[in-house]
């Protein structure tokens, strides 16, 4: 079993020379380099990406929008052009680091739609290494990640900006807040719910037994954009918190209340004991909504009562006077 994956490495690193020098035969000097950097980026090597190559991908952002695009195209004919689980993930690895770091253009490139033409439908829902039990289970972390990251897509054209990008931090605190207060009940309500479908898909990682130093650097990434989902669900949690009043009894309270319960059952999902100002938050949140619903039940039996109340006062009187006619 050693020798037979001695053998198979051997071949990657054959293929990874292979590919590197037809990358250098390219036509134009432009697609040469934009491949060259993609390849070195994703090797069949099972380990992360080093920062230098990555930083040589990113770099392109910084040029034409004709060498963006070039190097989105590069990138993702890759990801679907290899059957090797250690280069879908480190492929899905640069795609996140491009949604994190990456230029402007660069990810305006990343997130058309592909109705449009765009090419960020990753589409690795069936992706199978079935080369040994170990690429095996990796192709489940590639099914997984690939997911995320389509999430991640779909959440920042719902919130309007990328929320786990560096650009983001441009956008201060207090007009994300005075965005946040401008916002519907009903807005709001969908903010949260795409950012819990979010941390729940953090919550459907693999359990693995067989992890590398790639998969290690994927969780570490995806924690950090949990942190930063963690800011974005509680500024909206406490705004809605504050218009418990104001909200539509019976459909806007109950899809609060439920998305809170979605939202609280991650924090056992996730194993995490981290941030309790948040969970906190949640907790005491979710109160609140009971609270506020048992509170217009009580007031809504109440109104029924009196009006039962009334219409046995308005028979009786009705009858009253009938027996007065009777009697006059």
Not at 12 to 32: E, G
Not at 161 to 185: G, P, T
Not at 271 to 279: C, L
Not at 309 to 318: K, L, Q, Y
Request: with cysteine.
């Amino acid at each position: 079993m050693g020798r037979l994956k001695k053998l198979r490495n051997f071949i990657d690193i054959l293929k990874d020379k292979a590919s590197l020098i037809q990358a250098t035969l390219s036509i134009t000097k432009c697609h040469a380099s934009v491949n060259v950097a993609v390849l070195h980026a994703t090797t069949h090597n099972p380990s992360p990406p080093s920062e230098k190559r990555l930083a040589a991908v990113l770099n392109f952002g910084n040029r034409s929008r004709l060498t963006a695009c070039a190097c989105i195209e590069v990138l993702m004919d890759r990801l679907h052009d290899s059957q090797s689980a250690s280069v879908a993930l480190k492929c899905l690895l640069t795609i996140h680091n491009v949604i994190n770091r990456g230029s402007f253009i660069l990810k305006d490139q990343l997130s058309f739609y592909p109705c449009c033409g765009g090419k960020n439908f990753l589409n690795l829902s069936n992706f199978r290494d079935n080369s040994d039990v170990e690429t095996w289970e990796l192709s489940n972390w590639v099914r997984w990640y690939a997911g995320l990251l389509e999430q991640s897509l779909m959440l920042s054209r719902v919130l309007g900006y990328y929320f786990c990008s560096c650009d983001s931090n441009i956008v201060d605190n207090k007009d994300k807040e005075q965005k946040v207060l401008s916002l519907l009940n009903s807005e709001l309500l969908n903010e949260i719910n795409v950012l819990v479908d979010f941390t729940e898909r953090i919550c459907d990682a693999p359990d693995s037994l067989q992890v590398n130093s790639l998969v290690f650097e994927v969780m570490r990434i995806v924690s950090e954009d949990f942190m930063l989902v963690q800011s974005e669900i509680f500024v909206r949690v406490m705004e809605l918190g504050n218009r418990m009043e104001s909200m539509i009894y019976g459909t806007e309270s109950t899809q609060f209340f439920n998305v809170l319960k979605r939202l609280e059952d991650c924090k056992e999902r996730l194993n995490r004991a981290d941030n309790d100002g948040f969970w906190d938050l949640i907790r005491q949140t979710k109160k609140k909504v009971l609270m506020v619903k048992e509170k217009r039940e009580e007031m809504r039996l109440a109104v029924v009562t009196m009006g039962h109340r009334d219409e046995s006062a308005v028979s009786e009187s009705t009858r009253f006077g009938k027996q007065i006619a009777d009697s006059g």
